[in-house]
């Protein structure tokens, strides 16, 4: 068994661990390395790769990955473990979320391009051959309207940066060097400076932290302890929900199912937690996506 993060990368802390895989190598007829890793739990294909017959840590040749549905993630090649040609990725929807070229440097090199799942731009930039992938880039809202701009070298944030609310008034100045965050300025819509916290990146959070979220799942299941013992609602229940911009919990479902009536106790559960104080991103309010186990056993009452 294998671990991998989110970007298919292998996971160093269990923190990172995303996604269980079930791995196969074997040798191709020219020596190298074909790797097949499988999803644990559904054994469908996650991604394949090649890797250097004498040296099994550079990576060559096709690369393809997939979503948990079967559709294609992620098509491109390799070539002595750098990134070279055009690479495609997709949404599970199969619309496509990215594309780019890299030169025979492993630079991007042209016109890179990602886009929101509808359609629109989500963010633009334009490489020069020779910019060693020093790019100065343009992002965007889901309804076209600008959200950011500043310059990248290799995808990593670098020099100055603004950013925008929707209205188009600055919400935050920031400093970046090769990808790290040094420092910022964050303003309200009026022009004024924002008090409090001034991060680019500020997680949701519970009232009271995160021993306050766990006390209100005990003492949710707490309560429908005599409910959930009838129906034998036991096991483990992993729930996937959004934080909303204005702190509501929304899109509350099943992530990893109890395969018990704990699913729906755990379900309500959630429903029904108060407003979280929502995540920030370069002093804006988003969306964030939250994980979390409810567990009962017969044992608890």
Known sequence: MRYLTSDLEEASKKED??????????????????????FAETGKKIQQLYLDGND????????ISYHLNGAIRTRGSYVKGKKIGLWTSWYESKAVSDSCFYNDHGNIQGLAKRWWESGATMDSANYHPDSNGHAYTWTY???SKLSGEGVRINLADDG????YYPSGKISAKEVY???????????NEDGSATAGKC???IDADFPGGNEAWQ???????ARRIEAMSKENATGKAVVLFIVDKDGKITEVKIDKSSGTALDKYAIDIIKKAPKWIPAKQHNRFVKAYR???????????
């Open 177 to 187: 060097v090769n990808g790290k965050w040094i420092s910022m300025q964050c303003f």
């Open 56 to 63: 099994s840590s550079i990576k060559i040749g096709p690369y």
């Open 199 to 201: 991060e680019p990146e």
């Open 160 to 163: 100055n940066w603004t950013f």
């Open 215 to 221: 006390k209100y799942i005990v003492n949710g299941v």
């Open 141 to 143: 809202f889901p309804d």
């Open 291 to 301: 994980k979390q186990p409810v567990t009962f056993t017969l044992e608890e009452q």
């Open 17 to 38: 661990v995303y996604y269980e895989v079930i791995t196969i190598t074997s040798k191709t007829p020219d020596g190298h390395y074909l790797v097949q890793d499988f």
